[in-house]
């Protein structure tokens, strides 16, 4: 079957990332990724056209943090996102019912999304990569209409998978250099020449001013003051756009279905929600509701606060791991 490539986004350095692809018939069952400031390492474990579960050789360094993301029966892989710049400094994995966490750092000047055509799958990567992954693309394939389930009841990750070979043999002298990530006294982000990021401020809410006293002052004075208690919520009633991860395109396709105040997008389950962004495309598909809710029930409340705090810890709407 003819295969397709999208992407490469990261950096020029390490070694390519050549014939990267699970076999015919095959499909991916789960990703397991190394993780630090950067992207660190990524293998693929796959079932074959007859359950069989198997591993390809990782490629990339060693990460501080391992990371597995194991798909479900009838799930398949369709795209991958995240940020690059000299390396590939975080990568998130899209499939045909979710988005995984988002694995590695929260810098990268570039943000990328590869998407695998309609009736199409992920079935490998290319790019380069050595002590960490310094750029990723993904290959695609026509998808079987059916997709075999692990042969063995017992799920994959009980059952050890083999090591593999790593790409290249590591080097501890240089390796020395940036990890531990807390043993190094200093940023190692700055050892190599990159600033960290800082961090992004939470959306403020807008305030709204009381209205101007009229003729009758006591009775207009109480007025004021309950628009002042109610001002956060009443200046964004309508406004699903202070969600994180909501976006002009997403608020528009709620509001097609009924879904127009935070009251009712608190009441919304995550998985409905979901549901919505999958029907409407593969660049709504993209996006993680699973916390819009939650931040919706605190903004129907108009604790600003507590929803503040909850956005600094999220990134495009999803928790950063």
């Known amino acids: 079957m003819e295969e397709s490539k999208f992407g490469p986004s990261g950096g020029d350095g390490g070694l390519p990332i050549e014939g990267y692809v699970i076999p015919a018939g095959a499909h991916i069952y789960a990703i397991e990724v190394t993780s630090g400031w950067y992207v660190d390492s990524i293998r693929v474990i796959y079932t074959d056209a ?84 310094d750029a990723i693309g993904i290959v695609t394939r026509p998808r079987p209409a059916a997709i075999a389930a692990p042969a063995t009841e017992t799920p994959v990750t009980e059952t050890p998978v083999t090591e593999m070979p790593a790409v290249k043999p590591k080097k501890p002298a240089k390796k020395a250099a940036v990890l531990p990530l807390e043993a190094a006294g200093e940023s190692p982000k700055a050892k190599r020449g990159r600033k960290p990021t800082k961090q992004l401020e939470a959306t403020t809410p807008v305030s709204v001013e009381a209205a101007p006293q009229a003729e009758k002052p006591a009775k207009k004075s109480k007025k004021s003051a309950n628009l002042s208690e109610t001002a956060p919520v009443a200046a964004t009633l309508n406004n699903l756009e202070i969600i994180e991860g909501i976006g002009p395109k997403i608020a528009g396709l709620l509001a097609q279905h009924n879904i127009t105040t935070f009251a009712a997008l608190a009441a919304t389950p995550a998985e409905q929600l979901r549901a919505l962004l999958l029907a409407a495309g593969r660049r709504f598909a993209v996006s993680d509701p699973t916390t819009w809710p939650a931040q919706a029930a605190l903004a129907a409340k108009g604790d600003m606060d507590a929803l503040k705090a909850m956005q600094a810890e999220l990134k495009g709407g999803r928790k950063v791991q």
């Open 50 to 133: 007859e359950g069989g579960t198997h591993a390809l050789p990782g490629f990339g360094g060693n990460g501080s943090y391992a990371h597995r993301f194991t798909l479900e029966p009838g799930e398949y892989l369709i795209g991958v996102s995240g940020r690059s710049g000299r390396y590939v400094d975080s990568i998130a994995f899209h499939t045909n019912l979710r988005v995984s966490p988002t694995y590695g750092g929260d810098s990268g000047e570039n943000a990328f999304t590869f998407l695998a055509p309609e009736a199409s799958e992920v079935v490998g990567f290319f790019g380069r990569a050595d002590w960490y992954v």
